[in-house]
Antibody
Framework: QITLKESGPTLVKPTQTLTLTCTVS??????????VGWIRQPPGKALEWLGH???????RYSPSLKNRVTITKDTSKNQVVLKMSNMDPVDTATYYC???????????????WGQGTLVTVSA | QSVLTQPPSVSGAPGQGVSISCTGS?????????VHWYQHFPGRAPRLLIS???DRPSGVADRFSGSKSGTSASLAITGLQAGDEADYYC???????????FGTGTKVTVL
C-alpha cells in the first residue's frame, strides 16, 4: 500500500521559511519514472502546483514560485522536503504532497496523494 | 487565475449522468498535452480518477470516463450516486507558462 504523509508546522509567521516533510511508504522516491510533487490549495480556491522532484534528482518548479521554493530528497528516510521562503498570509493553504507519475513526457500526473496539512501564515 | 476553466457546479439526480467540461487553449490541451482528472472530498486526499485523457486507474468505477478533443476535455459520470458528491479537478501542462496547471474545479451535487 502506497501512502504519503505531510508533516510540519501548522502556523508560521510572515517572512519565515516554511519547511514541510513528506514521508513516503510503499514506494521508493528513487524509483525510475516517478517523483514527488507538492500542491497547495488556499481556502476556497483551486489546486496549485508548486513543484516536483524526479527520481533522478531533476527538479521542476512553478515559475511563479521558483525563487521561493526548494524541493529536496532524503533517500535514506524516503522523504521529500519542501522549503518555501518569505511566507506571506496569502500563502495560507492546505499543502499536499503527491507521488508524481513521470513515465510519459508531457503527461505528468499525481497518482497518490497525502491527506494534506493546513498551514496558516499569521503574525 | 487558472488557464483551465471548469463549470463551478453541476448536479443530477441519483442514477442520472453528468458531464464536467475542462476548457483550455492552444498552449495546453490544444498542444496535445494530456488531461488528468481528480476527485476530492474536502478534508481528504485527492484521488486520481482518470489519467492520460481516458485511462481509469485500478479501482476506479467504470461509471467514470474521460475524453479530450482539441482544446477541451470532459469527465462523464453515469449512474450518479450520493457518494459521488465531491469536487472534481482537471490537470494538464501549459508550455507557455511552463507550469503544471489545475482547473478551476467543479462541485458535483447529487439532488
Amino acid at each position: 500500500q502506497i501512502t504519503l504523509k505531510e508533516s510540519g508546522p501548522t502556523l508560521v509567521k510572515p517572512t519565515q521559511t516554511l519547511t514541510l516533510t513528506c514521508t513516503v511508504s510503499g514506494l521508493s522516491v528513487t524509483t525510475s519514472g516517478g517523483g514527488v510533487g507538492w500542491i497547495r490549495q488556499p481556502p476556497g480556491k483551486a489546486l496549485e502546483w508548486l513543484g516536483h522532484t524526479y527520481w533522478d534528482d531533476d527538479e521542476r518548479y512553478s515559475p511563479s514560485l521558483k525563487n521561493r521554493v526548494t524541493i529536496t530528497k532524503d533517500t535514506s528516510k524516503n522523504q521529500v522536503v519542501l522549503k518555501m521562503s518569505n511566507m506571506d498570509p496569502v500563502d495560507t493553504a492546505t499543502y499536499y504532497c503527491a507521488h508524481a507519475n513521470l513515465e510519459v513526457a508531457g503527461s505528468d500526473h499525481f497518482d497518490y496523494w497525502g491527506q494534506g496539512t493546513l498551514v496558516t501564515v499569521s503574525a | 487565475q487558472s488557464v483551465l476553466t471548469q463549470p463551478p457546479s453541476v448536479s443530477g439526480a441519483p442514477g442520472q449522468g453528468v458531464s464536467i467540461s475542462c476548457t483550455g487553449s492552444s498552449s495546453n490541451l490544444g498542444a496535445g498535452y494530456d488531461v488528468h482528472w481528480y476527485q476530492h472530498f474536502p478534508g481528504r486526499a485527492p484521488r486520481l480518477l482518470i489519467s492520460r485523457n481516458t485511462d481509469r486507474p485500478s479501482g476506479v468505477a467504470d461509471r467514470f470516463s474521460g475524453s479530450k478533443s482539441g482544446t477541451s476535455a470532459s469527465l462523464a459520470i453515469t449512474g450518479l450516486q450520493a457518494g459521488d458528491e465531491a469536487d472534481y479537478y482537471c490537470q494538464s501542462y501549459d508550455f507557455s507558462l511552463r507550469d503544471h496547471v489545475f482547473g478551476t474545479g467543479t462541485k458535483v451535487t447529487v439532488l
